[in-house]
């Protein structure tokens, strides 16, 4: 559930880059109703933000001309990264909730100039990105967790269902997170097996994070094992 502020954010973010939106398309790039949307613009005009509003057929929400936020600075290339990042949320199975894309998306484009816009606006209305299984989607919470794990060196803890629907407590080492033809894989070094194992982001369950530090082993290629792993040895997966 994200925080109230940062859906307002959105809202600022989004009426500067748009001229002009209706409260129901407010309400499906924020993934709220739109009654939601309504007490949202009270709240920042309650602030002293210039949002101005209209009722009825082709009604909407737009901010006063010439308000504008201090903008970041990007080069067109350096936006172009950035927006298909954005856009490949989806084909990288991430479950980035649809507020956190679309606030980027219009801060990103809200600092370009005219021509560069348009030709990002293009790419993103011009571009199809499938999924290979939607199923498999981490949690970006997991990959938070995770991601700090292998920063800190601290191991992890979790309930593991293998694909035989085996389940068994696991205490790990993580080295890294994999991306691989429609599932995600945490690599490192398993207590149990006392080895180097693959994981399945989604047959980890109940994942705790660690005080215990571990020193990854400087030897193992973790990059290598991916591939000799996954490139020849079909939905294997730990054990």
Known sequence: MYHPTTR?????????????????????????????VRRYIGMLQDMGMPIEGNRGPGGGYRLRAGFK???????????????????????????????????????????????????????STHMLLSPHQ???RPALSLLIELSTAIHEHRRIKFAYRSHHNQLTQREFEPYAVA??????????????????????????????????????????????????????IPNRDGR
């Open 8 to 36: 307002l954010l959105t809202i600022l973010e989004l009426l500067q880059t748009h001229l002009h939106l209706s409260g129901d398309e407010l309400a499906r790039r924020l993934e709220v109703e739109p009654r939601t």
């Open 179 to 232: 991306g691989w033809k429609g599932h995600w894989y945490a690599v490192g070094y398993c207590m149990l097996r006392q080895e180097q194992r693959m994981f399945r982001l989604d047959r980890m369950q109940e994942v705790q994070l660690l005080t215990t530090e571990f020193v990854p082993n400087p030897n193992f290629d973790y990059q290598a094992y991916i591939i000799e792993r996954l490139g020849t």
């Open 69 to 123: 936020l201090p903008p970041l600075l990007f080069t067109e290339d350096e936006a172009t990264a950035v927006v298909l990042g954005l856009l490949g949320t989806s084909w990288l199975e991430i479950d980035f909730p649809a507020v956190s894309v679309e606030g980027a998306l219009a801060k990103v484009y809200r600092v370009l100039p005219a021509k560069g816009r348009e030709r990002l606006q293009a790419i």
């Open 134 to 136: 939607q199923e498999s």
